[in-house]
């Protein structure tokens, strides 16, 4: 057991994965710096966090269309990040979820894999400080399960295609019980104001079609992932599909997908005052060449079969 951490110290990889979350946490430090001040996404978990321990309604501020609240159990799990002062605390949690899924992309040697971080959806999430990072990170690591608490909308694609163990079945409930026990009627509380969420399921759209075909390869965890997305609720600002980038096995998968999205990006910023028209764009940009990725997969997989019936065929 005392070996692990010398053999994790002297991987470059790890020291890369490092780098890289010190460049993000800066980065946020410099784009966002009074981020500790804002009431949405990671920022209302900090201040959600800040006003349980000092006694205040975390539920007690407005409701409007960019302000929907999280559940409480967000405020839980950056309470350690929450107590240190300024943005000092949401640098370091930004910067320790980017760590952490470049170390679980690296885990096999794959460097291509890094290309993640140069996607639209991972440059948004770090504009906009963004739970999406933390949440792909828990597809390598089951321990962070509870972590998928913080925001419910993207849990499921996550929690059933991620291998459950009971550490990650314990510290869930362990979180869900602190928050009860901090705010025992959150849950009702929560549920009343989300009624302004602003966003779209992508199976009810127009590509709905197109996309339920990848449930005829729900044995391919790649398609299983890409469909359980297509029926999650989820915002246009294209951080929420950071998780498709699960979805590339090669290279060259990751690249299309990556220069498909910039794509999008680029045209629904040419066309459209913001990012709250993407919803075309995200559906073509996006989701089609991810799925047409899991096609392409199922394709070279038939064919390894088919190559192999044949050899056994020769002999």
Sequence with gaps: MQSLPKTMLASPRFWLACGIG??????????????YRVLTDIGWAFQAARDLVAHRDPYRHSI??????YPLTAAIIVMPWALLPDNLGIML??????????????????????????????????????????????FFF???????????????????????????IIGTAAIVGLSLLAMP???????????????????????????????????????????????????????DQLLLWMIP?????????????????????????????????LLLFVYLPALLIVLWQQARVQQGIAFVLTRMRLF
């Design 64 to 69: 409007a269309e960019g302000l929907v609240p």
């Design 249 to 281: 096995q090669t290279r060259r998968q990751m690249l299309i997908l990556t220069i498909t999205a910039w794509i999008g990006i680029m045209l629904t910023w040419h066309n459209h005052p913001s990012l709250w028209y993407s919803e075309p764009y």
């Design 93 to 138: 949690f930004f910067g320790g979820s980017s760590a952490l899924l470049a170390y679980g992309l690296l885990r096999d040697g794959q460097y291509w894999r890094l290309i993640v971080f140069v996607s639209p959806s991972y440059f948004i999430a770090l504009k906009t400080v963004q739970w999406s990072p933390l949440l792909m990170a828990v």
């Design 22 to 35: 010190v460049i993000a946490g800066l980065l946020v430090g410099i784009i966002r710096p009074d981020f």
């Design 185 to 239: 009627d959150w849950p009702v509380r929560w549920l009343a104001q989300t009624g302004q969420y602003q966003g779209f399921i992508p199976l009810f759209t127009w590509a709905g079609p197109l996309l339920l075909t990848s449930l005829f390869f729900w044995r391919n965890r790649q398609a299983r992932i890409f469909f359980l997305l297509t029926i999650t609720p989820q915002h246009y600002f294209f951080y």
């Design 142 to 168: 089951p321990m962070l399960a509870p972590l998928l608490l913080a925001k419910p909308t993207l849990a499921l694609p996550i929690a059933l295609t991620m291998r459950w163990n009971r550490y990650a």
